[in-house]
């Protein structure tokens, strides 16, 4: 007796088999970067801990200062998926040449200031 799986229950299968993957394996794509560093440049590594934030899963911490700090966005359209302010004392996010920040459509894009007054200078890209 031959039985024939209907086309449209492998489709389905297929279907829940992405939506399982997706929600398994995504979070190990995403970064999360805290600045660690005073003032700054964006790309200078030695600043972050959990590495250069560029990807738009990624998350920049930018967490409590006892003094206002200065981040130099030197990379053009660096990508992020979030950019987090977790200190009452202000940073600031300012252009260096081309640098900007682009948050992709595709990413969940958020700026949070959990507290304080903080400033983003550098220019800020939604879609290319």
């Not at 981040?71 to 053009?76: A, L, Q, W």
Request: charged fraction near 15%; charge should be neutral.
């Amino acid at each position: 007796m031959n039985r024939s799986i209907p086309r449209a229950l492998l489709s389905t299968l297929a279907v829940i088999l992405l939506l399982i993957w997706s929600l398994v394996f995504s979070p190990v794509f995403a970064a999360t970067s805290t600045w660690t560093g005073g003032n700054g440049s964006w790309s200078d590594p030695t600043k972050w801990s959990g590495g250069v934030p560029s990807s738009r899963h990624d998350v920049a911490v930018f967490p409590n200062t006892s003094t206002p700090r200065i981040i130099s966005v030197d990379i053009e359209s660096v990508e992020i998926g979030e950019i987090r302010f977790e200190s009452v004392v202000s940073y600031s996010l300012l252009p260096d040449g081309a640098g900007s920040l682009y948050f992709p459509p595709a990413g969940a894009g958020a700026i949070r200031a959990l507290s304080g007054n903080h400033i983003i200078a550098a220019p800020i890209e939604l879609q290319k």
